[in-house]
């Protein structure tokens, strides 16, 4: 089977990390990279990475994960956090950015603009907040796949108490939410986890061809 | 910049496929091992694909997709199914699996699946869903990245009639719903959208590191 299947094999969530270790400025930059080139729906990018090196904030937000360790032992923490709402403003400011980038009349892309804002406005706020989350969830999934190619370890995790993460970070204030986490650097030699068989189901209990 | 960031590049959301050009049973393989490991919450992959070959029914599943082509046109289908909720079966199930696979005895999973009904029974049916629906983001975000190391063309869709899709597909019965779905294949040479210019906001804006 190929490289990419390996890769997905080869990685398992971390829990004990090799606190001595670093990932390097250019991984980093890969792994940032990849987040920024994450796709969402219409393009909108509710989303916003934070990525805490600080011990003192990363030992605050260990507490804030139930004491879990890999939050202050890994490498870098990120953060991934979602926008609270879809505002107009968010709109017209991607509008704005497709015209630029594009180099197309704003005229063209402020039509665009109007339909996102409808199909923005038939769902209500907390609509709104799931599917940005979920949005946020397509970059875990592209983040990861990224980490395992790179040979970087990871661990996902939505155990952690996003209320204090928010206050923490001053996340409130600017609209948006902490939604997942995800501490990344070099597994531990004696993390015994890396030992456990990856547990799947078979194909032929998630998988249909018709 | 790496490979893994050209690729990311490269991809765009295909609105015109070759019809004409199918994927290998090989690329097909290794798509559906892909999104067989994709991490999921607990591990508990509350998710199901179905990959859609025939015609007849891509033609009814394009109808509950607003007429878009790419749903008939693509190599295949691939519809991202999730769970509608979590039963007790799901999670002794999944703790079975895991004694069988680590070679472990069921004692020690059953204290662990007791954990996880509680967790579950704190969500209501609504939560629960849409728990089990971010869970499909990710294997999404999983897919869409090897599908560009793979150099096969996606484009991400949630802009279907679910309802409908449950409906041709007899998902209601099996506790499941679509949620995603994804056509893959080659883009079609005159394909217009290929030659945008990738529209994403720069590093700047939505990252922060402290």
Redesign the interface.
Known sequence: ??E??EA??W?Y?TKRFDPSRKLSNEQIE?L????????S?Y?L?P????????ES?REQLMEASYGQRQVLEASHLFVFCSHTNISHDHIDE?AN??AQ??KIEKEATNKYADFLKREVNSMDQNEQK?WN???C??????????CA??QIDAI?M?GFDSAKYDDI?NLNERGIHATLVCPVGYRHPEDRHQF??????I?DM?????
Chains 1, 2 share one sequence.
């Open positions: 089977m190929k990419i299947i997905l094999n990685r969530a890969i940032k990279e990849s987040l920024r080139l994450t796709p729906s393009g990018q989303l916003y990475f934070i990525v805490v090196e600080d904030l991607h950015n497709t980038i594009r799931t989350e979920k949005q969830y397509i970059a875990l999934g592209q983040f990861l796949t990224v190619i790179q996902p939505e970070l456990n068989a990856k547990v799947r189901k194909q998630i998988f249909e061809t018709i």
